[in-house]
Structure formats: structure tokens, C-alpha cells
């Protein structure tokens, strides 16, 4: 028998954004200027 495990937590929610960028190297670097040029809220 399998035993299934829940976790909750209370974590605040502090902005609301369409994306995140993980990473500050070239890709998120190369994600952050593409966003920015399509005037994304991140």
C-alpha cells in the first residue's frame, strides 16, 4: 500500500507577475532583453 504524503504551507504572495526568469547568464540575460522589448511584467 501506497502512502500519500500532503504539505500546505502559508506563503505569502508578494507581486503578481506573467513570468520569472530563473538564471542570469546568457539566456536569462537573452530572456530578460526579449521581455523587456515586448514590454512583459516580470
Known amino acids: 500500500m501506497e502512502e500519500t504524503i500532503h504539505w500546505e504551507?502559508?506563503?505569502p504572495v508578494l507581486e503578481e507577475r506573467d513570468v520569472v526568469i530563473?538564471?542570469?547568464?546568457?539566456?536569462?540575460i537573452a530572456c530578460a532583453v526579449e521581455l523587456a522589448k515586448a514590454d512583459s511584467k516580470s
Do not use: L, R, T, W
Not at 530563473?22 to 536569462?28: C, E, H, M, Q, T
Open 22 to 28: 530563473i538564471g542570469g547568464f546568457f539566456a536569462g
Open 9 to 11: 504551507a502559508d506563503i
